[in-house]
């Protein structure tokens, strides 16, 4: 029995030692590499207790178990120099442009930039409200702003250089016309229109851009055409119709600025039989009936608009109309605008309605009488020659403007689709007021004489 209790103890005290070189072998691993694997069974196998005489099954155990463990608790080899290795961003995790942009802008430069970055994000509120900012710190910052970003728009003008002499020389070559500025005129425009067309002066049409990088642009002719070929081109537009040669202002900067400023175009609109005054007629061309002026029937001879006396001359309505410019219109496109003329390509129209009580039924148990709303139209067309055709009807204007034709009157039409013309009037138009360039009062009115009804005479 001594011998075992020695034994034990024996046991006991090695048990102990191995522990506490374990506790200090793991509070050294922390600061020094982990041993490898072979150094550690070294030294697990030098740290055995020593084969004894007696039960050696406890010892045998403890020395596997203590071995197990230590192979099991071998701490990774750990890189203290490199930070811990992530794949990909956290949910939480800011980018660094978002990182920059939440930083609050504090001058004035910073809230204007934050703005034109809001504005072109659509947060107009957001915008608004660090311009706002941005101008209550400094009311100059947008000159600042373009110094930054803009450099080159920042730099004052250069003064004018004096023009050639003759910047379209003879011997130049289409391709290489300088555009002129001989015929354009700004008169009669707002000052901010003015300085806007004045920058479209100097610019030049350009073509559609290429596809891709390493394409190449696509062909423009007109880009290259000369001006003076291009203005004849505009004219034919605007005789055959107005509105698409004032649509072409939409295309690009510099057909707006010729469609706004080239003169040659509006004086031939304006003095044009098509759209023009050389087709209004200030005196009478026709009769009531609207038959040529010649004899009246009665011994009589009525003068037409084209009779000249030997000592007077009447000046025709094309040559009345260019005394206008530049003395009373400024340009041609402004007495295009301005000045009284009639259509021709559809017809006036006006719509009156107005109540009238009516009686209420011999049926009815009812107090109240009905009030009825009574519609009618009347319609003036003028035609080129003179004459014009009056109309007043209930029936609708889809029922009469396609019949609205003087070959449609003064027949027989029964329950045919022209009914309606049978209350149709044949006159004729002029326009009144001083015939003189230069008068005072320059507004025309429209006075018809139509055909003799037994209450009215129009």
């Known amino acids: 029995m001594d011998a075992t209790e020695a034994e034990l103890e024996h046991f006991r005290q090695k048990w102990r030692e191995e522990v506490t070189a374990k506790t ?13 694997r072979t150094s ?10 020593p084969k004894n005489k ?6 045998s155990s403890s020395h596997v178990r203590h071995r197990s463990d230590e192979l099991d608790e071998v701490t990774p080899h750990v890189y203290h120099d490199l930070g811990e290795k992530q794949h990909g961003r956290r949910l939480d995790e800011t980018s660094p442009s978002a990182a920059s942009s939440s930083t609050e802008p504090t001058t004035a430069l910073e809230h204007y930039e934050k703005a034109v970055e809001r504005e072109t994000q659509g947060s107009l509120g957001d915008s608004l ?6 101008f209550k710190l400094d009311d100059s ?45 700004l008169q009669g425009l707002p000052t901010t229109l003015q300085s806007m067309l004045e920058d479209f002066s100097s610019l030049s049409i350009l073509g559609e851009e290429p596809p891709t990088d390493l394409s190449p642009p696509p062909p423009c002719p007109i880009a290259t055409t000369p001006e003076e070929i291009l203005v004849e081109v505009l004219e034919h537009v605007a005789i055959k119709d107005v ?27 304006a003095l044009g039989h098509e759209y023009g005054f050389a087709a209004m007629h200030y005196t009478w061309a026709c009769q009531l009936d609207g038959k040529p002026l010649g004899d009246d029937g009665e011994g009589g001879y009525i003068l037409g608009p084209d009779f000249e006396e030997p000592m007077i001359r009447t000046p025709s309505p094309r040559d009345s109309t260019a005394l206008l410019v530049p003395s009373i219109y400024p340009t041609y496109r402004t007495l295009f605008r301005r000045r009284p003329r009639i259509r021709f390509n559809g017809c006036y129209i006006s719509t009156v309605n107005y109540t009238r009580p ?26 080129r020659d003179g004459t014009c055709i009056s109309l007043l009807t209930t029936s609708e204007p889809s029922d009469v403007v396609p019949y609205l034709y003087v070959e449609h009157m003064h027949k027989n039409h029964g329950s045919l689709p022209t009914a309606p013309m049978k209350d149709a009037l044949l006159g004729r138009w002029r326009l009144t007021g001083p015939e003189i360039p230069g008068a005072e009062s320059l507004e025309k009115e429209a006075s018809t004489s139509s055909d003799i009804v037994p209450k009215y005479r129009f």
């Open 24 to 36: 200090k072998g793991s509070q050294s691993a922390a600061t020094a590499p982990a041993p490898t």
């Open 40 to 49: 550690t069974s070294q030294a697990s196998s030098s740290r055995a207790p």
């Open 54 to 59: 007696g039960p050696d099954v406890p010892s």
């Open 129 to 134: 409200n660090l311009y706002r900012k941005a």
């Open 141 to 185: 910052v947008h000159e600042k702003y373009k110094a930054k970003h803009f450099p080159a728009s920042y730099f004052k003008s250069k003064p004018p250089q004096p023009k050639p002499q003759d910047p379209n020389p003879s011997n130049a070559s289409a391709s290489a016309t300088v555009p002129s500025t001989a015929h354009h005129s």
């Open 243 to 269: 509105a698409s040669f004032i649509r072409l202002a939409q295309v690009c900067k510099r057909l707006a600025y010729l469609v706004t400023t080239e003169e040659r175009v509006w004086k031939r609109i």
């Open 358 to 383: 009516g009686a209420a039924s011999p049926t009815s148990i009812t107090w109240n009488s009905p009030i009825h709303i009574v519609t009618y139209y009347r319609y003036l067309r003028f035609l």
